[in-house]
């Protein structure tokens, strides 16, 4: 299914709303009850928790639809009337211009129902037809909700696709479709302007051509007091090319199983930042399909989403904490979530940046969701810079070309027009690409945050390309002290195991672009915990206690296990743990029965009676150190009978990886479950994730 809204609109819309999302519906009751469209009853009373009928739902639209002066509400055809409605009946009015405008459509038999409630599934169809992102002839309902998700339409819904919604649900659907079409008004006025603008200045930048002559601060020198503009020489192509097939690339990994504590008594991993896997999911999803064999990383499902745990008090980078319940998918055993959470920098006192934009502008990178997004992505993340940070830009196709050289970030109009006027034609050369960045990086390096970011949608085909010449030439480069942070575009040929990859030997992270919400997300939103590392080489060692564990099983982070040994040895990488970020691990733990003894040949293996469950071990390295640090501490084995919220959305989280991957483990894991069990973890939800992961979970059911 295609998106029907241009990514600026979308990307307006985001920066205008500053509200969290946990006061979306007080705002969006303030703004209705303003705007004269919310009254209530004759006491006033909105009543928020009844139900809405879809005669009132209709009303609602109407008058959202007028007070932008939408055109489509002309009504004077009287042959389209419903057969249970008449002229005499108190939502005519409303409803009928709605009918002719194609927004409502009644049942087989021309009814309408106007008394009856109105479902979730049918206000996201009128939602999105309402907001002109969709016509009238899709797959009902998943195109329409899918469309209305992803467009921000159902924003503080609490309702499931088939329940009725409330009047509260109501308010918040009539408030964000009236943004939705006075910011796409303000951005239409706003483009028309521009482009006058540039007529009027006869103002144009060539396809591939870089700004040219000097910033404000003279040639760059690493200090973030100045830069330089640089001519590119790319050769051009007048035909952009991009798949019309599907060649996405994805490694699955074989599965976690369940391990003897007497043979196998430690559990060693690196913890895993990354969070493309959710974001690519939930494209899969809203463009109504499963998620490719693969593309599922459990740990990428649990960690995208913040939770409230403690930061650290003892002057550590991070804190750590643990819980131990009932599993939800089996009964019979435990559950225990290791958490860890990173200190947090406020933004005044972060350190400077050389950041080095390594943008791919090869053909594959024409389509809208490619390159278009790229742009928009990294104008969000270049307003949260300043005068300390400074920017180079290198691009990659046939050839390579420095674009910026160590532009002081104040110079944003410099840095907007040279990113704003790139342009995808020609092979990729990815390969020396990255080389000319990490170049650029060293020669600019500061005393702070220095780091690649790689956007691309990892298809690589001039040069060395393979996954282990690449991953060679990352190893190689990261004594320097440059981090990569990859960011992934795109859909038909996106190569999410190469970029993985890249990020993990890089001692960076990964996440996957798939809208400009995703891309405030990671660049604006939580831009410190994407690229200000607190610590780096992060390992956890677990050992268990064979008389309270019989077999343990880690979930998830099948690619981020490590041998024993790996534990103690420095030389060996690990993931690096962003400022302000969260990581979380579970093991399913089945239960000592009191048999824990294993007979060996030469020797014996009893279990040593201790109230451990389990003991947990953790290395890090600080940012630019180069000798780990250890922290340790005993996970006790009370059980808690009513589990955090944490504990339960991060749970939920954890089934639907292991129902997507069809794992031998799932036990009970059923969609219904995870909703259930998601519901009453969402907790403090600011800019309103968790709520629409239980909208995608939901969403699912239409696409099985």
Known sequence: MKKQISLLVASAMLLSSSAAMAAQSDEAIKSMQNAGIVIGDENGDLQLDSPVTRAEFSKLIYEVLESENSSILNFDDTSLEFSDINSDFWAYNYIMPLKNANIINGYENQAFMPNENILFKEAAKIAAVSAGIISTNKNYPLDYIAAAIDNGLMDGVQALSEQAISRSDAINIAYNIKNFLNLKTEISNAEKAKQDETNNNNYNYTPQQSVTGSTSGGSGNGSGGGGSAINSSNSTSSVPWYPSFDTEEYTKEDENIFKNPLTSPFSTFSIDVDTASYSNMRRFILNGHMPKYGSIRTEELINYFDYDY???????????????????????????????????????????????????????????????????????????????????????????????????????????????????????????????????????????????????????????????????????????????????????????????????????????????????????????????????????????????????????????????????NDEKDAGELGAGAVVTAFYEIVPADGTETQDFRYRDTNAKPSDELMYLKIRYKDPDGTESKLIEEPIGSNINSNPSENFKFASAAAQLGMILNDSEYKGSATLENVIKQAQSGVGEDEFGFKHEFIQLVDLIKYIN
């Open 310 to 568: 403690p930061l650290p008090e003892d002057g550590t980078p991070f804190s750590v904490s643990s819980e131990t319940a009932v599993c939800p998918w089996n009964s019979d055993n435990k559950l225990t979530m290791i958490s860890i959470k990173g200190d947090e920098i406020p933004i005044e006192e972060r350190k400077p940046s050389n950041l080095v934009f390594l943008i791919d502008v090869s053909g594959s990178m024409f389509s809208e969701n490619k390159l278009p997004l790229v742009k928009k992505s990294l104008n969000l993340l270049l307003s949260r810079l300043d005068e300390r940070d400074t920017i180079s830009l290198v691009t990659y196709a046939n050839g390579t070309n420095i674009v910026l050289d160590s532009v002081n970030a104040s110079d944003k109009e410099t840095i907007k027009n040279a990113v704003f006027s790139l342009q995808a034609c020609g092979g990729t050369n990815g390969y020396d690409g990255i080389n000319k960045a990490y170049e650029l990086a060293e020669k600019n390096l500061k005393d702070g945050n220095n780091r690649i970011i790689l956007c691309t949608d990892g298809d690589f085909n001039i040069g060395p390309s393979s996954t282990t010449e690449l991953e060679q030439l990352v190893t190689e480069k990261r004594s320097k002290g440059i981090f990569v942070s990859v960011l992934g575009f795109g859909t038909g040929n996106y190569k999410d195991n190469r970029m993985e990859i890249l990020a993990d030997k890089g001692d960076g992270n990964y996440a996957y672009i798939d809208n400009i919400k995703e891309a405030k997300k990671v660049l604006a939103d939580e831009m410190i915990k994407t690229l200000y590392p607190i610590a780096k080489d992060v390992k956890l060692q677990v050992e268990f206690n064979p008389s309270k564990v019989k077999e343990y099983r880690l979930v998830g982070y099948e690619n981020r296990i490590l041998n024993n040994e790996d534990f103690e």
